[in-house]
């Protein structure tokens, strides 16, 4: 399909940039999940005493192939099973079903005999729960995850070469005390870092469940009912899926761990949102330049400008990426009792959610990519601000016992314009000794900035 007549732009206009997440993200992935659940558990089956199935090492690594070596030319036959019908099998108009059939048209000569066993005493769900969380747990660790550790490095090399860069600081959108460039990128690196974590936590944390129609193994129990069916599914969910296994649920896999990932992914965008929208002042300010690309237009009307293009794109993904994910996360942890297919239409869209926070990462990281720390207008408006070594002042004559310090200065500054001449004026009158006169004289907006290059430059 010609990608200008998407319906989305991420498969349109973005497909380019979403791309990485399609082996995650697209049916034919969930397909495949599916495929390699279903497998798995058919070999899992075998190696158990009590069922008459064997399957030897040849057998295992051959069902194996079918979602190792799972390609569009599959799909299609999966979907045509679900949908038209193929060769001996009507239109099943369910998916998963078709997944079944699908693996029992592909097994040879031989292995007949396994089809019985595929599926066996199983519900969708066990295979939809299971199959989802592979495939969040890829996207997560293999491209979200890698892309916010780019912005954290990013972020950290910015600190670090900017560490001593004084700048004046905002509160409450007015002149504040000066920190440093690099000291402000630490800050948001190392909230990054920490939301990076939580993510990862969350990632750890998926939970599977393999416990038949209602969550009572009910069906594997009737069939064998010496077979410890709970310690099976704890081995199948944690040794050959890698996920944690969920102690008790109905139908539903309750997806409470599904909630925690996307509330860390939002929590991760915040940051990030956060991040753009300071970026995008600083531009404005001209703290940041841009470096412009050739042939690249700003506007469409005045040539001069190089927009903060990238900034306010990522904030915008990153904010549909949040609305979704707080969409997500409210409504796949509600089920009407033991089960309602209405979550089943909602979690196909936790792809888009995860496009939308890729591509907020991806833009974010083009933009600082091409940001340049003005030091000189930095350093100009430090010094066009005087009156922020007020709290300086005020905070020498308190050590020196002046309990009216803060209203001298106050009387000084407050609501009208000052300069560094003003407060030498009024160093000149204060009792205090030379020493700490000279102390006073010595103040400058861009060498109060406390230690924020140390910590700038320590952060790791």
Not at 115 to 136: C, K, M, P, Q
Not at 379 to 405: F, K, M, N, W, Y
């Amino acid at each position: 399909m010609n990608s200008l007549y998407a319906v989305s732009p991420l498969d349109g206009r973005y497909a380019g940039r979403t791309e990485p997440l399609r082996d995650y993200a697209s049916e034919a992935a969930l397909m495949r999940a599916r495929v390699q659940v279903e497998v798995e558990y058919l070999i899992a089956l075998a190696e158990l005493d009590a069922t008459p199935l064997q399957l030897d090492a040849d057998d295992e690594q051959f069902l194996r192939t079918l979602y190792e070596e799972f390609d569009e030319e599959d799909a299609q036959v999966v979907k045509q099973i679900e949908t038209e019908g193929y060769k001996e099998y009507s239109a099943t108009n369910h998916d998963v079903k078709a997944v079944e059939y699908f693996i029992r048209d592909a097994l040879p000569e031989g292995l007949e005999a396994a089809s019985a066993w595929i599926h066996f005493a199983l519900t969708s769900e066990d295979v939809n729960n299971l199959s989802y969380r592979l495939l969040v747990k890829g996207a997560t660790e293999d491209v979200l995850l890698p892309e916010l550790r780019e912005v954290r490095d990013s972020l950290t090399d910015l600190a670090s070469e900017y560490a001593d860069v004084p700048m004046l600081a905002r509160t409450h959108g007015q002149p504040a005390t000066p920190t440093t460039f690099g000291k402000e990128m630490a800050v948001f690196a190392a909230r990054l870092g920490r939301a990076i974590g939580r993510v990862k936590d969350a990632r750890d944390g998926l939970q599977g469940k393999l416990a038949g129609a209602s969550g009572t193994y009910a069906a594997h129990h009737v069939a064998y009912p010496e077979v410890e069916w709970p310690a099976f599914a704890r081995e199948f969910v944690e040794g050959q899926l890698g996920l944690e296994q969920a102690p008790a649920t109905t139908q539903v896999n309750p997806c409470d761990d599904l909630a925690e990932l996307f509330d860390a992914l939002r929590g991760a965008n915040n940051v990030l949102l956060d991040l753009d929208r300071d970026a995008w002042r600083y531009v404005s300010d001209k703290y940041l330049g841009q470096e412009a690309t050739e042939g690249e237009t700003g506007s469409s009307t005045m040539p001069h400008k190089v927009n903060p293009i990238d900034f306010e794109n990522s904030e915008g993904n990153l904010s549909k990426a949040n609305s979704d994910l707080v969409f997500l996360g409210d409504y796949v942890t509600s089920s009407r009792l033991q089960r309602d297919l209405s979550d089943s239409t909602v979690k196909r869209n936790i792809g888009a959610a995860f496009a939308y926070c890729l591509l907020g990462y991806v833009k974010l990281q083009a933009g600082l990519s091409k940001v340049v720390p003005n030091e000189q207008v930095m350093r100009d408006e430090l010094e066009a601000t005087p009156e922020i070594i007020g709290e300086a002042v005020q905070t020498i004559l308190r050590r020196e016992g002046h309990d009216d310090a803060y209203e001298q200065v106050k009387e000084l500054t407050r609501g009208r314009r000052v300069t560094l001449e003003d407060f030498r004026a009024l160093f000149e009158q204060l009792d205090v000794d030379d020493e700490t006169r000279e102390e006073l004289l010595a103040l400058t907006p861009a060498g109060y900035t406390g230690v924020a290059g140390e910590m700038a430059e320590d952060f790791d």
